[in-house]
């Protein structure tokens, strides 16, 4: 059964940092992709970065470049996005999705399966 599970969402001030955590089990982590993206009330589910399990190769939102950073530990299987000079606009509920294709993709239509969220509040 494909599981992922999101942690370390929370409550911070504007300019503070948080750390989110994937971790994902049910399938070769190793072979896939798996995406961060983000859903803020009345707004679209946007993309904000993916990473390749299989080469390692990344992406990044332009509203993020710079701010956040995507890593992966391939033995625990679970993938990270550190999060720093948080801003309120980055308030949202924040999804890890995988891909079942060994490259990063941008669109939520890409993904085939979803973790519940973590909700991330930047007060400013």
């Known amino acids: 059964e494909v599981q992922l599970v999101e942690s370390g969402g929370g409550l911070v001030q504007a300019g503070g940092s948080l750390r989110l955590s994937c971790a994902a089990s049910?399938?070769?982590?190793?072979?896939?992709?798996i995406g961060w993206f983000r859903q803020a009330p009345g707004k679209e589910r946007e993309g904000v970065s993916c990473?390749?399990?299989?080469?390692?190769?990344?992406y990044y939102a332009d509203s993020v470049k710079g701010r956040f950073t995507i890593s992966s530990d391939n033995a625990k299987n679970t993938v990270y996005l550190q999060m720093d000079s948080l801003k309120p606009e980055d308030t949202a509920v924040y999804y890890c999705?995988?891909?079942?294709?060994?490259?990063?993709?941008?669109?939520?239509?890409?993904?085939?399966?979803w973790g519940r969220g973590t909700q991330v509040t930047v007060s400013s």
């Open positions: 999705a995988v891909r079942f294709s060994p490259e990063v993709g941008v669109q939520p239509y890409e993904y085939d399966f």
């Open positions: 049910g399938f070769t982590f190793d072979d896939y992709a």
């Open positions: 990473i390749s399990n299989n080469d390692g190769s990344t």
